[in-house]
């Protein structure tokens, strides 16, 4: 790297910048497509590769590909691409070599050890995202136990022959080796995680059954359709965007704005990816577990993506994987505005309705075609309302703020010793209400909980 040169180091990377001759932000893109997998899609998880690559902040220079019946068991490449490989490193000082599948450990020491730059693969550069990605305690904790994972079965190739027996305080004995007590420490931090991990899951869970008994909307979809900015644009939060793959990873639940009574909570969940490392999925179960929960999903899709059917399925795919397969959904095609022009834009709105008849075809960053969503969420919520009578005895007129908050009112009727408020609303706010507004049984204490905009 030049001395000027004010690129930041990428942190897997920070060993190579002793190797004046290799530049660790400048990376190689490897793949290997076998017969199964057709020209489009493999053209497509290329090109994947390289936007993860453009997240970690790499700079792609060269792609080398090839067509086998199936992955080379010693170095995932045959030994001509492999060759060339090595002369694309030498030829562009690259000191990241990215592979489009997850391979074993010996495979990767293999690549490592013929072209002389740090080896990632598909796995490895997900986790990497998502470790800098990571913001809450618990985000933070599930990616560090799936990397820890990950890791545990590569340690013997990332000692390079320096595995040594050790012994002394905290190890088994004096024959125990580098590795073994490795291995140790990362079982005993994933227990640690774990337990970390149980404690926060009973807050969510708290925080979930304060909500449960509102309308709950989850934006689900491929990583990168523009969840964040449909979020933004439907509660007027402050929900973090960036033209990067997993930009967020932690769920962010606000009101629909304006608000609506009673009140409709969206949630914004974690992207999906094809070859999503299924450690991450089973690792982020709280932040899916918005869209199990939730009365509506709405699938977002960019819709200028020419891949966006193959996203369709993979997010399908999760969504029936974490039991969400039967929750309502209306699928956004979202990003219509990147088609093209107004003509361009026009047909390609007809195209996709004649094939997809219930979407919403949209931009995100449109207030009209926001506004029209909105109105859809709204409109399929008050198909549930029910209407029924609160009858709130005067010692309890505390509750009229709340009622009115979360009820359409439509009548109130004053009786000796209670106001009767006929109110439309959900069934599970209505049953809330009926239990605030009842008198404590003897011992019981009164619940004062509230949900937070």
């Known amino acids: ?60 220079a060269a792609t080398i590909t090839q067509n086998r019946e199936g992955f080379h068991p010693g170095s995932y490449l045959g030994s001509g691409k492999l060759a060339e490989l090595k002369e694309a490193v030498e030829e562009h000082h690259a000191g990241v070599v990215l592979l489009d599948h997850e391979v074993s450990p010996s495979q990767a020491d293999h690549v490592e050890t013929a072209c002389g730059a740090r080896v990632m693969d598909r796995t490895a550069v997900i986790l990497e995202i998502f470790h800098r990605h990571a913001r809450s305690r618990a985000a933070k904790a599930q990616v560090e136990i799936v990397r820890l994972e990950y890791m545990a079965p590569r340690l013997r190739a990332l000692s390079k022959g320096t595995d040594r027996a050790r012994g002394g305080i ?87 704005y304006p608000a609506t009574k009673p009140k409709i909570l969206v949630s914004d969940t974690v992207g999906f990816i094809n070859h999503l490392p299924h450690g ?41 994987d974490i039991g969400a397969g039967p929750v309502r959904r209306i699928l956004v095609l979202n990003k219509i505005d990147r088609v093209g022009d107004a003509e361009v834009e026009a047909a390609a709105t007809r195209q996709l309705l004649a094939e997809y008849p219930e979407a919403i075809v949209m931009s995100a960053r449109r207030p009209e075609d926001v506004a029209r969503l909105r109105q859809l969420v709204i409109d399929i919520f008050a198909e549930s309302l029910v209407e029924g009578l609160l009858r709130v005895p005067y010692d309890r007129q505390q509750l009229r703020g709340e009622i009115y908050e979360s009820c359409n009112v439509l009548d109130e009727t004053y009786e000796p010793d209670a106001v009767i408020f006929r109110v439309k609303t959900a069934p599970g706010e209505l ?23």
């Open 1 to 60: 790297m030049a001395p000027n040169d004010k690129r930041k180091i990428p942190e897997f990377a920070e060993g190579l910048e002793s190797e004046p001759e290799l530049d660790p932000a400048v990376a190689i893109l490897a793949a290997v497509k076998t017969q199964e997998v057709s020209e489009e899609e493999f053209a497509e998880s290329v090109s994947e590769l390289a936007r993860l690559a453009y997240t970690l902040g790499l700079r792609v």
């Open 431 to 453: 049953a809330r209400l009926e239990a605030k507004a009842s008198p404590p049984s003897s011992g019981e204490a009164e619940s004062t909980d509230q949900v937070d905009d």
């Open 280 to 320: 991450l999925v089973t690792s982020f179960k709280t932040t899916l577990d918005e869209a199990t929960e939730a009365s509506l999903l709405l699938h977002v899709v960019d819709a200028s993506d020419p891949g966006f059917v193959r996203q369709l399925d993979v997010t399908a795919e999760v969504l029936e």
């Open 170 to 256: 905290g190890a088994k004995g004096a024959g125990e080796s580098g590795v073994e007590l490795d291995r140790r420490k990362i079982r005993d931090r994933i227990a640690e995680l774990t337990q970390e991990l149980s404690g926060l899951e009973q807050e969510h869970r708290t925080q979930r059954a304060r909500r449960q008994a509102l309308n709950r909307v989850a934006l689900v979809g491929y990583t990168n359709a523009g969840k964040s900015t449909l979020m933004r644009a439907l509660t007027g939060s402050d929900a973090y965007i960036a033209d990067k793959l997993f930009a967020t990873l932690d769920t962010t639940v606000r009101a629909l």
